[in-house]
């Protein structure tokens, strides 16, 4: 049951343009929402995230955007750059009651920035 | 300085064999977890302990046994290990408390068994 989809395997844009990656989540639970960047032989690090309340998160050239009607999420990235280019995973956790995280992560959506 | 490190990087081995991967984080956290990252690219959540207890426990074999002799490790123990094992499985860890749920990751250790 996957809980957490990211339904593009792949995505290839030029640079200077707008990277959009897509996440749909399932259980209506999840209340915290975070994007991971990976590149390869490397763990996923931290990019940004957003909380149930929001429905807009911006950091810089990243912005996280949650529909929760319709349980989509959304990460822009303007202007794409070619180290960009990583494997782009999303994120969701129910909310914390006890202080402790269970992230479900969906397959991921690997971004090729192009010069 | 590296915030999670796991060893080692590479893991080759024959069925059967018992085996264990190291993870050790220094940014002073009071919880780490274990993943596994499959053929098909899942990242799932295996355990996690906060402060060397075990708190979360998804459906693992009971061949898998993690340790935390310490809040700063946790190791996983692999026994009797089969082909299906084969997948890269990444540490992590994170403060506790109510204000973030971001996780910090080690490199992974890409475990083949053969």
């Known amino acids: 049951d996957q809980q957490v989809k990211q339904n593009s395997p792949s995505l290839s844009v030029q640079e200077g343009r707008i990277s959009i990656l897509n996440c749909d989540y399932t259980?209506?639970?999840?209340?915290?929402f975070l994007w991971y960047k990976k590149y390869p032989a490397e763990g996923p690090t931290f990019l940004i995230s957003?909380?149930?309340?929001?429905d807009k998160n911006e950091d810089g050239r990243f912005t996280v955007f949650l529909n929760k009607s319709a349980k989509h999420l959304s990460l822009h990235i303007v202007p794409s750059q070619p180290g960009d280019s990583a494997v782009y995973f999303c994120?969701?956790?129910?909310?914390?009651?006890?202080?402790?995280?269970?992230?479900?992560f969906g397959t991921g959506t690997r971004l090729l920035v192009s010069p | 300085d590296t915030a999670v490190s796991q060893t080692p990087k590479y893991l080759v081995t024959q069925m059967g064999n018992d085996k264990s991967i190291k993870c050790e984080q220094n940014?002073?956290?009071?919880?780490m977890y274990w993943y596994k990252q499959d053929s098909k690219k899942f990242l799932k959540i295996m355990f996690s302990?906060?402060?060397?207890?075990?708190?979360i426990n998804e459906t693992v074999p009971n061949r898998f046994s993690p340790k935390s002799p310490d809040k700063a490790h946790l190791n996983l123990h692999i026994n009797s290990l089969e082909l299906g094992d084969s997948a890269v499985y990444f540490c992590?860890?994170?403060?506790?408390?109510?204000?973030?749920?971001?996780?910090?990751f080690g490199p992974g250790t890409r475990l083949t068994v053969t």
């Open positions: 992590a860890s994170s403060p506790t408390g109510h204000e973030s749920y971001e996780q910090y």
């Open positions: 259980n209506s639970m999840f209340d915290y």
């Open positions: 957003i909380s149930s309340i929001k």
């Open positions: 994120a969701a956790s129910p909310a914390m009651n006890t202080g402790f995280q269970k992230l479900v």
């Open positions: 940014l002073g956290h009071d919880t």
């Open positions: 302990y906060n402060n060397k207890e075990l708190i």
